[in-house]
């Protein structure tokens, strides 16, 4: 059974950089076969995808997020880490980590078939 748990800070300021953290058990994020997504979802909102990191280390992101969004990982801790950079109010979501069979596709109704709870995080000063 894969799980997937997301962490970090509940609260950034405006203009500071958000740095999440996805822990993976119960699969290696090396594995070819796999796409490792972070998402988010705002009050009211639907699921808006962020980018991916897959099994060999290719990454993909969201256009519309690319000039502020890096994913990197840390093999030896089966993690991966999203970093958001200058953040704002609009930035208030629900994150989550999630595992993925292929390229996020916006009009599949399962893109994920594992997904880690999400964790909320809050922009404001």
């Known amino acids: 059974q894969v799980q997937l748990q997301e962490s970090g800070p509940g609260l950034v300021k405006p203009s500071q950089t958000l740095s999440l953290t996805c822990t993976v058990s119960?699969?290696?994020?090396?594995?070819?076969?796999?796409?490792w997504n972070w998402a988010r979802q705002a009050p009211g909102k639907g699921l808006e995808w962020m980018g991916a990191?897959?099994?060999?280390?290719?990454?993909y992101y969201n256009p519309s997020l690319k000039s502020r969004t890096s994913i990197s990982r840390d093999t030896s801790k089966n993690q991966f880490t999203l970093h958001l950079s200058s953040v704002t109010p609009e930035d208030t979501a629900t994150y989550y980590c999630?595992?993925?069979?292929?390229?996020?596709?916006?009009?599949?109704?399962?893109?994920?078939?594992?997904r880690g709870q999400g964790t909320q995080v809050t922009v404001s000063s």
């Open positions: 999630a595992r993925g069979t292929s390229l996020y596709n916006a009009y599949d109704p399962n893109p994920f078939d594992y």
């Open positions: 990191i897959t099994g060999s280390g290719s990454i």
């Open positions: 119960g699969g290696a994020i090396t594995s070819d076969y796999y796409y």
